[in-house]
């Protein structure tokens, strides 16, 4: 299994980025994908998160109304569209697969954990400056 993330780089606050990450080697409707980051002496944060459908999202109060992830399952691939941003997004944003057996008993909630995922990215720099 490998996860793809891309798109990251600097940008003036304000500014806007779209993150990409590519799945290969699992049935990727399977995973809810979720999205962390992660910046220097700080501990892993969570983003965003996705369920199988995209019908059900879940964000971090910190990027809330900002952030917007999304997936195109024929693509194998999750988004994190990233507006209005601030330096203190400045981070590795990671993406990260969890997978599901059964959605409707499952609560997206529980992808707030990042001990709880299956499979994770390497990681793309996002930087924010004035």
């Known amino acids: 299994v490998q996860l793809q993330a891309s798109g990251g780089g600097l940008v003036q606050i304000g500014g806007s980025l779209r993150l990409s990450c590519a799945a290969s080697?699992?049935?990727?409707?399977?995973?809810?994908m979720v999205w962390f980051r992660q910046a220097p002496g700080t501990e892993r944060e969570f983003v965003a998160a996705?369920?199988?459908?995209?019908?059900?999202?879940l964000y971090s109060e910190s990027v809330k109304g900002r952030f917007t992830i999304s997936r195109v399952n024929p693509a194998n691939t999750v988004y994190l569209q990233m507006n209005g941003l601030k330096p203190e997004d400045t981070a590795v944003y990671y993406c990260a697969a969890k997978g599901v057996n059964d959605w409707t008993v499952f609560r997206l909630e529980r992808l707030r954990n990042w001990c709880g995922m299956d499979y994770w990215g390497k990681g793309t720099l996002v930087t924010v400056s004035s």
């Open positions: 080697g699992l049935t990727f409707g399977d995973y809810g």
């Open positions: 996705i369920n199988w459908s995209g019908g059900s999202t």
